[in-house]
């Protein structure tokens, strides 16, 4: 170069010039220095700054917070910062601030290695890159989900959700790690892992319905309301010291439902026979079970209850039997379970039968007996009747009118117990049987008829016949001739208890009886019929007749 003269400087060399524009020069060996005639300009080419890289931590799990810092030894503090991954500049889904870069969830495609280096803006001034950093991201222990029964579920079934972490030689396998035993989380695992269960995004804790120990999550009785996507997750105080599943959903469909009908239709009567029948919309191979009550009693055959297979019979049904009834379903596969709603079996006394008998019990014989069967409620009864267990028609003697039976002339083979029970087309469609009421019959008292003289008189003798009965007081008496009764007249006397016949005739032969009556009961008594033969006396007959008198005289007096 023309006018200068080069000579080789080092970074030690020392140059200390005058303010005389001829400026002596020192020329040491192995040294260039360029000289002008009046001017010296000493130039000096200085090494590029390093640039370290620190990776914190350098071995991370996937998820986990990773800073990349990068430090360039110089007194300037206008350093750009660039990133490299694998020589690469780095993506902009990274947070870079200053001389810092932060992968705020680490994933496995961060994994390689690292370089940085600084550079000053408005001049082409950059460091040295740093030497690469390996940066190695790890997968967390897998966390598998698993759901029993399999999907789908049905309402009311049991089910348990159990999360399993993958043991520690088996992720630093599936990592190509070298086993440790001395990071063995499967040899700790029991005391270190805390679990967390999730449904959508809401953490679960035991309540009611859900019961969280540790590794399993167990839901009694699903319902609808529990179809939702389920996940869980581990935790531990080392390192790695998380592990997510990926989210199961949970499928709940309705089990089959059960369809509990009653026959004849709630409230049902007393002595009504019931049937519930369970019908079970789809599948087959059913085995039914009955229940009643809150305490959820399981019914079984007994006296008054017959199971057959999806039928429950109650024979003559009592108020004992009101309750709620439900039916469930069992069979082997699944679903295996199908429950009805309860159905309110509600039992109402049938109406209630009520037998009066008139007059009183005990009843006198011959007296008219009337037996009425009041039904408290509802209409169109038919009545029954019956005598003992025998069902009474009407007869001679027995008349069946309605709600009437009459006994005409009670007698003691009338003596029983009676009861009567209505029944009717319509529901309820019989009433309760009425309580037997016995009727009880007793003799009358006995009227005795005597007659003075006796039996035969003759024609144109006074003729008194004597009615006597033997208890009570207050008697009216009436007097027969056969059928006819008699009353006061030319011939006849009636004096209460006496009936006088005055000159007797052939005519006044017949059957006399007497019978008495009275205002309060027993209103009538019994006789007996006596038959009264009157003979025409002849002259013969009179003539000593008339002799035996003279001597009755005579011997008076």
Request: glycine share 4%; aromatic share 10%; hydrophobic share 25%.
């Amino acid at each position: 170069m023309e006018g200068y003269k080069l000579i080789r400087a080092e970074k030690s060399d020392r140059f200390e010039p005058t303010p005389s524009f001829s400026t002596p020069v020192k020329v040491k060996e192995n040294r260039k220095v360029c000289c002008l005639s009046h001017f010296i300009l000493l130039s000096f080419f200085t090494a590029l700054p390093r640039s370290t890289l620190t990776v914190t931590p350098d071995s991370v799990f996937t998820g986990e917070r990773v800073i990349l810092t990068c430090e360039i030894n110089s007194d300037h503090s206008d350093w750009r910062y660039e990133w490299y991954k694998d020589g690469t500049e780095v993506s902009e889904r990274h947070t870079v601030k200053g001389n810092t870069l932060t992968i705020e969830r680490s994933e496995t495609s961060d994994a390689g290695l690292y370089t940085c280096k600084g550079h000053i803006d408005g001049r082409s001034v950059s460091s040295q890159s740093s030497s690469a950093v390996y940066l190695s991201v790890t997968d967390l222990p897998t966390s598998t989900l698993t759901v029993t029964p399999d999907n789908p579920v049905f309402t009311g079934e049991r089910v348990d959700l159990k999360c399993m972490i993958e043991s520690h030689s088996d992720w630093r396998q599936r990592n190509g790690l070298t086993y440790d035993r001395g990071y063995d989380w499967t040899y700790y695992q029991t005391a270190e892992w805390r679990y967390e269960w999730y449904k959508g995004s809401v953490m679960l804790q035991t309540s009611e319905r859900y019961t969280v120990n540790r590794d399993t999550l167990t839901i009694r009785g699903a319902t609808e309301s529990d179809q939702d996507q389920f996940w869980c997750r581990g935790q531990r105080d080392e390192r790695p010291n998380s592990s997510q599943s990926s989210s199961v959903s949970l499928t709940v469909t309705d089990s089959p439902r059960s369809t509990l009908t009653v026959t004849p239709d709630s409230p049902v009567f007393t002595g009504e026979r019931v049937s519930l029948k369970c019908e079970i919309e789809s599948y087959s191979n059913w085995r039914y079970e009955w229940h009643k009550g809150r305490d959820s009693v399981m019914l079984q055959r007994s006296e008054r209850y017959t199971v057959n297979t999806d039928t429950l019979t109650i024979r003559a049904v009592t108020t004992s039997d009101a309750g709620q009834f439900w039916c469930r379903g069992e069979r082997e596969k699944r679903p295996n379970s199908s429950q009805s709603s309860s159905v309110s079996l509600t039992v109402k006394d049938s109406p209630r039968s009520t037998l009066t008998v008139t007059p009183y019990s005990p009843v006198f014989t011959g007296e008219r007996v009337i037996l009425k069967c009041v039904i408290e409620s509802h209409s169109n009864w038919r009545y029954v009747w019956y005598k003992g267990s025998v069902m009474l028609q009407s007869s001679e003697r027995y008349t069946v009118n309605t709600d009437t039976l009459t006994i005409r002339g009670a007698t003691e083979s009338d003596q029983d117990q009676f009861w009567c029970r209505g029944q009717r087309d319509e529901r309820p469609n019989s009433s309760q049987s009425s309580s037997a009421v016995p009727v009880t019959v007793k003799d009358s008292p006995t009227s005795t008829l005597t007659v003075t003289p006796d039996s035969p008189v003759f024609t144109g003798e006074r003729v008194s016949l004597k009615c006597v009965i033997e208890s009570r007081s207050n008697w009216r008496y009436e007097w027969y001739k056969d059928s006819v009764m008699l009353q006061t007249s030319e011939r006849y006397t009636v004096n209460t208890d006496t009936l006088t016949i005055r000159g007797a005739t052939e005519s006044d032969q017949d059957q006399f009886w007497c019978r008495g009556q009275r205002d309060e009961r027993p209103k009538l008594s019994q006789s007996s019929s006596v038959s009264l033969t009157v003979t025409e006396i002849t002259h013969g007959k009179f003539a000593m007749l008339k002799w035996k008198i003279v001597e009755i005289q005579i011997l008076i007096k």
